[in-house]
């Protein structure tokens, strides 16, 4: 376990449209964008769209993103989330951008889904999913990358925990990814920031706490 330590956070406050925000880069990986729809972050573009944090604020190799996760559960396949160790190539196409996600799936309607997993030179992996857990709206959806080890948390539990060695570097951010003309999932209340050996990964973030109380 490590303790959490907030470095960056975001609500998203801007007008409908591209995320276009000089604190965020969209990376454009499958040439599309992070958009924002009423104060939450998503996409319409059909496309998988990361997009990584370009404001102030440093961050380490073991690093942290969280956000909140909204929306009707109506669209096959659509997902939001949140990226770690998000390398800085903004190359249009399917080649460039590295990036482990975490992302909610409502897989048709059917089931909320949790996907963990990877993109190296454009190309995705999905190292681990869920087809069974049920994510009400305002749940937290964690991410964290420490050494090689990924964890993802659903709240205050600990949901899927293995290692991989493929990126080692970069920043957090956010990922969406919608197939039709209208987007299903949104996410909110974005934070990234730090991870530190030893202590717990959940008590001591105040963050964490703060959010849920406002859903």
Not at 97 to 107: G, P, R
């Amino acid at each position: 376990m490590a303790t959490r330590t907030p470095v960056a956070t975001e609500a998203f406050t801007f007008s409908n449209g591209n995320l276009s925000s000089g604190d965020w880069t969209q990376l454009n990986q499958w040439d599309g964008a992070v958009k924002i729809y009423t104060n939450r972050f998503g996409t319409d573009n059909g496309v998988k769209c990361p997009a990584r944090w370009n404001g102030t604020g440093t961050f380490t190799n073991d690093q942290y993103a969280l956000c909140k996760i909204y929306g009707a559960a109506s669209f096959g396949l659509s997902q939001v989330g949140v990226i770690v160790r998000a390398s800085a190539d903004t190359h249009t196409g399917v080649d460039g951008t590295d990036y482990y996600f975490a992302a909610i799936n409502d897989n048709g309607g059917t089931n909320s889904q949790a996907v963990l997993g990877k993109v190296v030179n454009g190309t995705r992996t999905d190292i681990l999913t869920s087809d069974s857990r049920v994510w009400a709206a305002g749940d937290v959806l964690a991410l964290e990358a420490e050494g090689t080890v990924l964890r993802v948390y659903q709240n205050a539990t600990l949901i899927y925990s293995t290692t991989d060695a493929s990126l080692t570097t970069g920043k957090p951010g956010i990922f969406a990814y919608a197939p039709s003309s209208s987007t299903a999932l949104v996410g909110d209340d974005w934070e990234g920031g730090n991870l530190t050996a030893g202590g717990s990964s959940i008590a001591p973030l105040a963050a964490y706490y703060r959010m849920l109380r406002s859903a």
